[in-house]
């Protein structure tokens, strides 16, 4: 086990390194001078050296990289054009928001997949099943921004039971967990629910539906066990699968939760680099894509690590 | 109903991770190959339905000029926001009073082009990356292969919006970005396939013929592996549609006036307390379409997986 | 027919077709971090002679090296240590490259339909390989067409048909004349009717003899049932874990056995005779892994007759009779092994 850690985690450090550059690249790839959302308009030609040194931006690329990996090693992703505050301290408030926005909604998502999915699984093309496909391809069909919009418009604006956008009250900027900030949270968190809840349902039921076709339960089922029996067994069986999709499908919520987020205006990081786009603010637009991406990537592992344990069908070698 | 089995299209990256079969599908007589795969899918009635559907938004964006009843940037201020149902806008008009039905016609072009062409340009790119990757082998294919898991390391929504929000607003460059993210996953299906094809002994009998091995990639692999993936490819289109109509939700695709969905509906936000009903609209095309690629790829792999 | 001058012909009947020296073949299995993993000796160390015209039946359990030895004739795997000499000519060197080698050694393999393309039709499978070597595409049709007739397949009824609109020994005719469309002068069969319901593989059997002698072919005939071998070769090679255990000629070997493995595999076929039918198996369990094959002679773990010595010393594969190989202790003289013949007395 510990050889398979070892070996996966060598395996994600060239993937880092590879994640790191592409975001470094990111910010060149931009037309246009960086400076110029900093630089006032009639900035002297020395002020723009000047500048151009302070940010290290006059040396070769390869040395810039180098340098910037090392700061961000260190801790230091830069500092943002638009508010003058550290990258970091910017990103990590909005990461606890739409930690909590993206794992409400994936284990809102994983339970009624999962629910969908056995059901289907079980009852396989019987009317259940098409209802349970169809509920399946729904949720990874519909364009959940739209999605987000109509739940709106439904229970905001025409029923008025819940608040449109925001995490809390008065614009309260950090979520806490009591009743006022929970009706917040509602819309956001189902809006985001559908796509792992499709996902999730889809896996489960081809799962259930393997599993209940394979022999060893044809076996157990004449040896005479009973039907919550081979129930258990098909939990165990389609368990280590079901939670490996459901950490990747946390990992793409908060990657790619900034529809979700402009929509109801959640402070998160979607809606951080919604702002870092418009205005253009480039360090802070890497230092979130790298945070995400590096998110990622560790709960890759993670996930991986976990299904290994879990499941003794895979090799450990 | 299709019984869908894979994970596709909720996010792609989820769907490549599992492995590809390839299925040897059993072909009727006389027909080869993609003919009897037509033949089965033009008897499952959902992908028809499906496929329909596609027609009739394809052929009214193409035809729009001919159909819309009115000039779909042509505005009123005394004529905002009618609801749906109107004597003159019979899907209501916009927030510049525009007409709703015109416009919607018209947004298909748009949002049909940013949707398909970079699964397009994906497909073809990818497929050679992917094919080259896998019979190849050897350091070409760890280099290919190392790139493409770096660029696996994104969500794909994440990187899109990266991608754009670095390379500014604009058409071309969202068709850029979503191909950016596209090449990798289809990359990475070719890949997969292409190593399981090569294997196989009619590729070693046509290897030990002597062929060169471009003649037996043309000949031996290309129709092989090309199956498979276009149904993945089809599978992402879905996906696509909703990235690029996205994208323009955000600012980042088509700027306005022109008509297009998910710039559409941005704009009609703030009609929701107004005229739901009409603020709802343009996420009902983006949805249709989506969702009928989505049924239609679910078919076409059916069609293509069914062994007797 | 079968004395056709071929204008390929080098060194005469007396020079061998194709001659194996010291072949060996180790794939390395997965391993772990900072280690590969262990080795497997699927071929380990192989010498052999195939004579022009003849038919060399190879036999062996399943693991022992014979499909192997095969993928490294073709040259699908490269052999990590020795060398294969094509009627005198050293593969690889000046004289003969890998191209003209393959249009003169070709295989049908065992799974008919694994090795034809789904997407082609009959036809164009055969035709696959003339074209690749210059042939137009029509010329390549109609050399496939006749071919197809030559292993009695109607080219009007079957040349547009695709694999799975044939039945399984039809396929195995297509490949067959797949293989013969290079005109080869050396077929490497493996396995080839092995799949086949045995009304099918007689005549499949039938045909591959009329071929010989109508092409002047030779044929390596790798099968693991002795009844075919026995039929087909002139000569037969018994592997057993990366090893040649016995050679020599067909009747000699299946009539006399000089090797306890070869013995073992004569006796493991099941009789027709019910009062002949043994109630004991010859031969039990499995091979010993190829990853980690025991020291000594590798069959001794199985051998009824083993000794100390085949724990401890390798037997090498020494002549036991005329032209009859063997790679057991107990057939040399001296060898230390009890059952061993007594050394001739020095005069």
Known sequence: MLTFVLKRIAYAAPVALGVSLVCFLLVHLAPGDPLSAILPVDATAEMQAQMRAAYGLDKPLPVQYGLWLWKVLQGDLGTSIATGRPVLSEVGRAVSNSLILASVATLIGFTFGTFFGFVAGYAQDSWLDRAASAIAVFGVSVPHYWLGIVLVIIFSATLGWLPPTGAGPQGSGNWWPDAEHLRYLVLPAITMSVIPMGVISRTVRALVGDILHQDFVQALRAKGLSEFGVFKHVVKNAAPTAIAIMGLQLGYLLGGSILIETVFAWPGTGFLLNAAIFQRDLPLLQGTILVLAMFFVTLNLLVDVVQTALDPRIQRA | MTTPTSLASADPGAAAAAPVEIAEAPIQAGRGYWGSVLARLVRDPVAMAAAFVILCIVLAAIFAPLIAPMDPFKGSMIRRLKPVGDATYWLGSDELGRDMLSRLLYAGRLSLFMGVLPVVIAFFIGSGLGILAGYAGGWINTLIMRVVDVFFAFPSVLLAIALSGALGAGILNSIVSLTVVFVPQITRVAESVTVQIRNRDYVEAARVSGANPFRVVRVQVLGNVLGPVFVYATSLISVSMILASGLSFLGLGVKPP?????????TLRTAIYVNPLVAALPGVMIFLTSISFNLLSDGLRSAMEVRQ | MSETLDTRDRGGPAQPLLAVRGLVKHFVSKGGLFSKGPIVRAVDGVDFEVMKGETLGVVGESGCGKSTTARLLMQINQPDRGEIVFDGELLGSRALDLKT????????????????????????????????????????????????????LEPRRFGGRYPHEVSGGQRQRVNIARALALEPRLLILDEAVSALDKSVEAQVLNLLADLKRDFGLTYIFISHDLNVVRFMSDRVMVMYLGQVAELGPADDILASPRHPYTAALLASQPSTDPQARISEAPLTGDPPNPINPPPGCRFHTRCRFAAPVCSTREPGLDPVAPSHLAACHMAVPGSGHPEAPSLPMAA
Not at chain 3, 109 to 135: C, I, K, W
Request: aromatic share 8%; net charge positive; no cysteine.
């Open chain 2, 258 to 266: 022109e008509p297009e969905w998910g710039l559409m509906l941005n």
């Open chain 3, 101 to 152: 080698y393959r249009r003169q050694v070709q295989m049908v393999f065992q799974d008919s339909y694994a090795s034809l393309n789904p997407r082609l039709t009959v036809e164009e499978t055969v035709a696959f390989g003339p074209q690749s070597h210059g042939q137009s595409r029509k010329e390549a049709l109609g050399r496939a067409h006749d071919l197809l007739r030559r292993v009695g």
